[in-house]
């Protein structure tokens, strides 16, 4: 089955340091791939998407790449602020499928 | 505009008492679903529903039931707690096609089976 695989951290940095969070996916066909950012006390919001191989998602300063060869939408942002502390989640929505698979997420915590 | 809103945000209940989680959306979504998420294993889908009437199963199913008689109200009933469903809860909704529409969330239900 279709399955999402992500570093679960906990991720600490420095503000202004680089980000970067790793996701890889297993998945029949070409599946849709996201992510999802939980800031504490608050349900999930997306963060970007992508639909097709090669396709960047972008998102307050975040991206993410559709990568078909390596199986991979791995997140990056430039420069972190501490309003970025959350837990990310990477997830797909497979292809025949009704619904999404969830990764564990990575908590992401930064310090000024 | 209110979103998806879930009731109540904490609930503590012992083992074998029965309860009703509510999730309302004021967006018209045709879809909704519930899902609980656990330390270490993201979220996990227990229901869904594409429209009014229509539910269905999703991976973790058993020990919920779900009813869908309005395309407002979607509500998860535990029937017989166990310790096992201590767990946060979200209920989330989306217009149809989930590809293209975001699933929209609520905060969320914190429940605690002792």
């Known amino acids: 089955g279709n399955s999402v695989t992500q570093m679960e951290g906990p991720v600490t940095l420095s503000e202004e340091a680089f980000l970067t969070i790793n996701c890889t996916y297993t998945?029949?066909?070409?599946?849709?791939l996201f992510w999802y950012v939980q800031y504490p006390g608050e349900g999930l919001q997306l963060l970007l998407k992508?639909?097709?191989?090669?396709d960047k998602g972008s998102n307050k300063g975040f991206e993410a790449t559709y990568r078909k060869e390596t199986t991979s939408f791995h997140l990056e942002k430039g420069s972190v602020q501490v309003s970025d502390s959350a837990v990310y989640f990477c997830?797909?929505?497979?292809?025949?499928?009704?619904?999404?698979?969830f990764g564990p997420g990575t908590r992401l915590s930064v310090l000024p | 505009n209110a979103g998806v809103t879930q009731t109540p945000k904490f609930q503590v209940l012992k083992t074998g008492q029965s309860m009703t989680l509510q999730c309302a959306q004021d967006?018209?979504?045709?879809?909704m679903s519930w899902y609980r998420q656990d330390p270490g294993m993201g979220l996990r889908l227990i229901h869904y529903?594409?429209?009014?009437?229509?539910?269905d199963q999703g991976e973790v199913p058993n020990g919920y039931n779900v009813s869908r008689s309005t395309t407002e109200d979607f509500p998860l009933r535990l029937l017989s707690a166990a310790p096992s469903q201590t767990s946060v809860y979200f209920c989330?909704?989306?217009?149809?096609?989930?590809?293209?529409?975001?699933?929209?969330f609520g905060n969320g239900t914190r429940l605690t089976v002792t």
């Open positions: 989330a909704s989306s217009y149809g096609d989930s590809r293209h529409s975001p699933l929209h």
């Open positions: 998945a029949t066909g070409y599946p849709s």
């Open positions: 992508a639909t097709k191989a090669d």
């Open positions: 997830a797909l929505w497979g292809p025949g499928g009704q619904n999404f698979v």
């Open positions: 967006m018209n979504h045709e879809y």
């Open positions: 529903s594409v429209g009014a009437g229509i539910t």
